[in-house]
């Protein structure tokens, strides 16, 4: 039985602590419920799983089921032809035991508040894997920024963060990019805040240009955090990253430097796709070239001497690393059976079901969870806020470096704890998020 979500009205708080409903519903009148997977419904049962291997005092664990803050506001916005649409926009923090809330903001039609609010959890447990002191957050607008101006997405921005301005801030809920959203995006988050305060206040938002006070690496940071996230795997069963095949769905900032920096540490990508389908050569993309097609066509599809295959078919490829990146529920139920790779590190957030772990467990496919495996991009803009916080900044070789350090801890720390209780490595990283979590609560305490 589902439990009740809270009366929320459009830029409203919902009450504090308030519970997402477990099932979906239409937020606009005369909008038809759409029957799609609820990825909340896998934080919990995620929950669950780590829950039955600590055996936590349930008082304790409870808190962790819950969203600390849920905002729906109205975003409305003058278009370029004179008449005024209004966007849905929302923000979530589900836990800032560790620290303020950190999460990126994402514009995509499919932006809801219960993926907002899966996000924000799945963001507190990626930094307190990587440990950094940040919680959860996530928000959006629920908008196709392909299909808006520069001056519409500019307009959509500043009156979304007009409308949550009280709630985000260098020490409450600091913003970056996600789906749909760039650095660009970032510099009128920015600039918006910093208008509203009457200075500038560069540490509200992190993923900015690096003339606006961005971080060298930020870019590629989670590219790079799953490549060497691969690479800890594949050493940890023996091989070697140089001559591995990989196959990766997502072609977006976090596959095409995945691609990029697997293919320089010597990995052969055979597959990459985005929305036209997947290109596949068994032998190997030059990636360099299929990336200088990509920005010069605006797809994959038709580059020379690669197999046209859709998106689908990729997940099933002969490969021994499959990198999903692209967005939740890809690996489902229904085709988890039909993947041939070995080892599966998640690029995107929640691309993997609870029905499909168990498949995949049963298979002996190797699964690195999200949590860890994508943690490179809010590991660098941790440095980035710490940078812009005391007006220093690093050199690009000293911020890969520290990601590197930052990476190979969390994985380890992540496999120790899958060999000391004897479980995957997701419930390992659930496991390991939970009891920092459940600590930071514990040692603050309650107040009342």
């Known amino acids: 039985m589902g439990r009740a979500r809270s009366p929320m009205a459009s830029g409203n708080l919902a009450s504090t602590g308030a519970a997402v409903g477990r099932t979906r519903s239409a937020f606009k009148s005369g909008t038809p419920a759409r029957v799609h997977h609820n990825p909340f419904d896998d934080v919990l049962e995620q929950i669950d799983r780590a829950a039955a291997v600590l055996h936590p005092d349930p008082d304790a664990l409870e808190p962790l089921r819950h969203p600390r803050r849920q905002v729906i506001v109205s975003v409305p916005v003058m278009m370029d032809d004179g008449h005024l649409r209004v966007f849905d926009g929302y923000r979530v ?168 920096l697997l293919h320089a540490a010597g990995a052969r990508v055979v597959a990459v796709s985005d929305v036209s389908g997947a290109i596949y050569d068994p032998h190997g993309l030059d990636v360099p070239r299929v990336g200088a097609y990509y920005r010069e066509t605006g797809q994959l599809a038709g580059f020379p001497g690669t197999q046209l295959l859709d998106n689908q078919r990729l997940l099933s490829l002969p490969v021994d690393v499959l990198l999903p990146a692209a967005m939740e529920s890809q690996i489902t139920h229904r085709n988890a059976g039909e993947v041939q790779a070995r080892i599966i590190v998640e690029g995107a957030n929640g691309p993997t079901t609870p029905e499909a772990d168990e498949i995949l467990g049963r298979r002996g496919v190797l699964l690195v969870p999200d949590i860890l495996a994508n943690a490179g991009g809010v590991v660098v803009s941790y440095f980035e806020w710490v940078q812009d916080r005391y007006g220093y900044f690093w050199k690009e070789k000293d911020v890969n470096d520290s990601l590197e350090q930052k990476m190979v801890a969390a994985f380890d720390a992540v496999w120790t704890t899958r060999e000391r209780f004897e479980v995957d490595a997701r419930t390992a990283a659930y496991i390991l998020a939970v009891e920092r979590i459940m600590e930071a609560r514990s040692l603050r305490g309650l107040y009342a």
């Open 93 to 260: 923090v589900y836990d800032n035991s560790r620290g303020p809330g950190k999460g990126g903001i994402r514009y995509h039609p499919s932006v809801n508040l219960e993926d907002c609010t899966a996000l924000a959890a799945w963001m507190a447990w990626k930094c307190a894997i990587v440990d950094i002191p940040f919680g959860g957050a996530k928000g959006g607008v629920a908008c196709d920024p392909l299909k808006l101006s520069d001056g519409e997405l500019e307009r959509t921005t500043r009156r979304y963060i007009s409308e949550i301005f009280d709630l985000i801030g260098p020490t409450v809920d600091i913003p970056a990019p996600d789906v749909g959203t760039s650095p660009r995006v970032m510099a009128w988050v920015m600039d918006t805040f910093s208008m509203k305060k009457g200075y500038v206040e560069p540490g509200v938002v992190t993923g900015k240009p690096i003339a606006l006070g961005g971080s060298g690496g930020r870019l590629e940071a989670t590219g790079r955090g799953l490549m060497i996230v691969t690479r800890e795997t594949l050493r940890r069963v023996g091989r070697e990253l140089g001559g591995s095949t990989v196959a990766i769905q997502g072609f977006g900032n976090v596959g095409s430097n995945a691609a990029k």
